[in-house]
């Protein structure tokens, strides 16, 4: 019976050596593919989210009180500076005209009269003929006549501005909108926008850089620039490219201290009128660089949080997670700015097999 004891437990012992010699046995590393890191020559283009803008837009809005009593255009359509587009009751105000011109000359023989009539006793004065009391009330009366001259002089005027407001004309050549008002009606003095006017050809787009890019913007902005270049071109909602080319036309003066970003706005031919103000587009802008760009491929970058990494491969095989600042996508490999060095190895295949910190074993 002791004996049977004693290889009970020399048998447990062995089972337990062996589970122990199990357990002690490392993983073998996970075989993963690498890519060497290296700079090359890139053409890429550089995207922003952009708005196209008029050069020059107008609201159209009221500058006296009435009702409206012309419509002179149809909506949508080209107009040329002057062209009439409003009218705002003309009778009522061209009469209030001839009314303020009637008493204008009513002022002028009133001071006629008044004028004659200190001529006359300025005379009599002068032979003692008059009370001075006389001449005076005269030259009083010549002075409130010259007050009341100036007086319809401003009033005619003023009538007259109302007149020339009833009457809107189109500020520039343009394109005019949807009217926001019928016949009849009423409008008041600055009041509800009646329409607006813009500007087609040439056409604008409004984007925001980042303040760390206004001296690469100031420098494009002085260069010039041949057809062939094509430095500046746009991409519309459907994915096309719009043909014409652009170029800057102004850096806005200061950088906005909320987003740290500067506007930027381009000019473009529109010949066609196919832009519209309001369009959404994103601005392709070509790099130029003659420096090289370290290039890796798209299918080595993990995704965290809107963070991208790469797992780089160092001595001893050792597998360490890096950080990276991406740029341009350029078919299959993406611009790297930042977090890597030439001839860095990194992993491209077996991502999901490691972590950071792991041994790993190249399989090519």
Request: hydrophobic share 40%; glycine share 6%.
């Amino acid at each position: 019976m002791r004996y049977i004891t004693y290889l009970f437990f020399l048998s447990i012992a062995a089972c337990g050596a062996d589970n122990s010699k199990t357990q002690q046995t490392p993983p073998p590393p996970p075989a993963v593919s690498t890519y060497l890191v290296h700079s090359g020559n890139a053409t890429f283009f550089d995207q922003y989210p952009a708005n196209i803008t008029a050069l020059n837009q107008v609201d159209i809005r009221p500058q006296v009180n009435g009702s409206i009593t012309g419509i002179y255009f149809q909506d949508g359509q080209q107009v040329v500076k002057g062209q009439k587009l409003y009218s705002i009751d003309e009778q009522l105000y061209n009469a209030n005209y001839q009314q303020a011109v009637a008493n204008l000359n009513v002022a002028k023989a009133n001071l006629a009269k008044t004028q004659q009539d200190a001529d006359r006793y300025n005379d009599l004065s002068k032979n003692d003929a008059i009370a001075k009391q006389v001449l005076d009330h005269a030259i009083a009366d010549l002075q409130s006549s010259k007050m009341q001259l100036d007086a319809a002089k401003a009033a005619v005027n003023s009538v007259q501005t109302n007149v020339r407001y009833a009457t809107i004309y189109a500020p520039f050549n343009g394109t005019i909108g949807i009217s926001q008002v019928k016949l009849g009606t009423a409008v008041t003095s600055g009041g509800m926008i009646l329409n607006t006017v813009s500007t087609d050809d040439p056409i604008t787009v409004d984007f925001a850089i980042n303040e760390k890019d206004i001296y690469r913007f100031t420098q494009l902005q002085k260069k010039e620039f041949s057809a062939k270049d094509s430095i500046f071109t746009i991409k519309l909602p459907d994915g096309t490219i719009y043909p014409e080319l652009g170029k800057i036309y102004f850096l806005d003066r200061a950088v906005n201290p909320q987003t740290g970003t500067l506007k930027v706005r381009l000019v473009f031919s529109n010949e066609n009128h196919f832009l519209k103000p309001g369009m959404s587009c994103n601005v392709r802008i070509k790099n130029n660089s003659e420096t090289n760009q370290l290039l890796i491929p798209m299918k080595a970058l993990m995704e965290q949080m809107g963070e991208f990494f790469v797992f780089v491969i160092g001595d001893s095989s050792k597998v360490t997670q890096k950080r990276i600042t991406t740029g341009a996508i350029i078919n299959d490999k993406i611009v790297v700015k930042e977090g890597l060095s030439e001839n860095d190895k990194i992993v491209v295949d077996g991502i999901q097999r490691i972590k950071d910190g792991i041994k790993v074993k190249v399989s090519k």
